[in-house]
């Protein structure tokens, strides 16, 4: 797991499931790299830009929010609470279902939208979302009979 998550963890939160970054969606940095790795190494940018996105993002469901970062100097995130998430959308198109890979659109209240690109197995990622919202509801169902 990432730093990022790790160090940004609240009281009682832990983490339920990692995401990662697929690296078929980052195909094209990698293929126009090679295309132009003769023209005095140019290619080696577009390689470089591929391994920083596919090393620096991290993505992580906790039993409290859905986290993820981007970046390595510029630092993008998306933390919403669990119990907030509306829906979360799967995006595949036909390379992204033969290759298992896609974005995922994170929808909560007062409809803000964030999307997550390029993640590997976004299916089983919503899958486990749903998982973990649920035990969030029933232990918060089961806190507030308690009291």
């Given amino acids: 797991m990432g730093s990022y998550v790790i160090s940004n963890l609240i009281k009682d939160e832990e983490v339920v499931y990692e995401g990662k970054t697929s690296v078929w969606s980052l195909l094209p ?5 090679l295309l132009l790795l ?9 390689w470089a830009s591929a391994a920083i996105a596919y090393y620096t993002t991290e993505l992580a469901i906790t039993n409290k929010r859905v986290i993820a970062k981007f970046g390595l100097i510029r630092r993008d995130t998306v933390e919403m609470n ?3 998430v509306e829906s979360i959308q799967v995006e595949q198109g036909i390379i992204g279902r033969i290759f298992n890979f896609g974005s995922i659109v994170v929808a909560g209240a007062g409809d803000p939208k964030a999307p997550i690109p390029g993640i590997s197995t976004p299916l089983e990622f919503r899958k486990m979302f749903f998982e973990a919202q649920e035990q969030n509801d029933s232990n918060t169902n089961n806190q507030s009979k308690a009291a």
């Fill in 29 to 33: 940095k990698i293929l126009i790299g």
């Fill in 38 to 46: 003769p023209v005095y190494g140019i290619g080696l940018i577009f």
């Fill in 82 to 84: 669990i119990s907030k």
